[in-house]
């Protein structure tokens, strides 16, 4: 199925190409006869990101074929926000003064897309947004702005499905017995919408399947393994055999919950549903240590940051060649349920 998407993308893209090709060569007669290659800044708000990673290859892979593809050279620049907001802040001031053709952004802190927009804007530099999205207010300020991201309730959405099905096939996860899921919420980073959006949403799916459900607690540990193990450690002294699900935003979290307790020896069994389905996560769900995640398409994503950037960069408007953008600036990728074979 998913190659059967792929295919079919491939050969449109293909077709596209074929057609912007001549069209670019059009406009490269009239005005753009100085500029052989396209440059596009891709500002990522860190490098060690596990998921972003996945992003930043495919869109790697993208660019090698667009770039064989096109009649000009595709130079694409990462640059590494280190988590800093100020830092990320000078380094788009630097790719504007470079004059970059695109920018693409997936932001330290997306409440400075205001900010972000309004630099690009005065120097007509269109932008990408990716995985981190500006609120709509922000959105609405240029046209020559996009998003690219998934679905953000729909990962909780899943979340709460895959923890429904397993606390009515398992009923001794309801270990004091008293009818209600008690469980621990490991958050991503504070106000980043995927936080907020599978809190809320795996949280009211388990209730929308007739489960009542009790926090224990809920925290952040800011999409990272190492923190939600310190975090974990914690916890499970606190609440220990009172735990009976662990509910984590993203997968990495998820796993230094696994962590914790292989550290501590925590004999009681306690299901962990996480996000992403990066390949350390689904290998242990193979070894029983993760019992679901939710597979987030770092795939469709990648391509179309870099696609959306191209069409741009040539001048072309990404909704001539891209299907199922919404709203005029939006794509948006499905997420899939992953549990055990
Ligand atoms: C989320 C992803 C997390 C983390 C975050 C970074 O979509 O699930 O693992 O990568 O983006 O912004
Ligand atoms: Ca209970």
Redesign the pocket.
């Known amino acids: 199925m998913i190659y059967k998407q792929k295919l079919k993308m491939l050969i449109g893209i293909l077709i596209v190409l074929l057609i912007s090709g001549c069209q670019s060569d059009i406009s490269t007669n009239e005005e753009n006869n100085n500029q052989d290659s396209i440059r596009i800044a891709i500002l990522i ?2 490098f060690d ?4 990673s996945y ?1 930043m290859e495919e869109i790697e892979k993208e660019r090698e074929l667009l770039d064989d593809l096109s009649n000009k050279q595709l130079v694409v620049d990462f640059i590494d926000g280190n988590n800093q907001s100020d830092l990320q802040l000078d380094q788009i001031k630097d790719s504007i003064e470079n004059k970059y053709d695109v920018l693409a952004i ?1 932001l330290v802190d997306r409440s400075q897309a205001a900010r972000v927009i309004d630099m690009a804007k005065n120097a007509d530099i269109p932008i990408v947004f990716f ?2 999205e500006p609120v709509q207010v922000d959105m609405a300020r240029w046209d020559k702005i996009y998003y690219v ?2 679905k953000g309730e729909d ?1 909780g959405r899943i979340q709460g499905e895959i923890i429904a099905e397993t606390w009515n096939n398992n009923p001794r996860i309801d270990k004091n017995k008293d009818g209600i899921l008690q469980y621990i919420m490991i958050q ?2 504070q106000g ?1 919408q ?2 907020l959006l ?1 809190t809320e949403w795996s949280v009211k799916a388990i209730e929308a399947n007739g489960i009542k459900v009790e926090q224990l607690v809920s925290d952040t540990a800011n ?1 990272q393994r190492q923190e939600a193990k310190e975090k974990m450690l914690n916890y499970l002294n606190v609440f220990s055999e009172e735990i009976e699900f662990i509910i984590s ?5 998820a796993l230094g919950a696994v962590d914790a307790m292989k550290e501590l020896e925590f004999e009681e069994y306690i299901p962990i549903v996480g ?2 389905a ?1 390949d350390i996560a689904v290998n242990a769900l193979e070894r029983g240590e993760l019992t679901g995640t939710v597979y ?1 398409d770092h795939v469709k994503q990648g391509q179309m940051v870099i696609r959306m950037a191209y069409y741009l960069a040539i001048n072309e408007d990404p909704k001539d060649y891209i299907d199922s953008i919404e709203n005029g600036k939006y794509y948006r990728v499905e997420y899939q349920k992953v549990i055990k074979k």
């Open positions: 708000y860190r990101d596990e998921f972003v992003v997936n995985n981190r991201g998934s990962a991503g980073q980043h995927d936080a599978r999409w935003n993203n997968d990495m979290m996000v992403d990066i987030n």
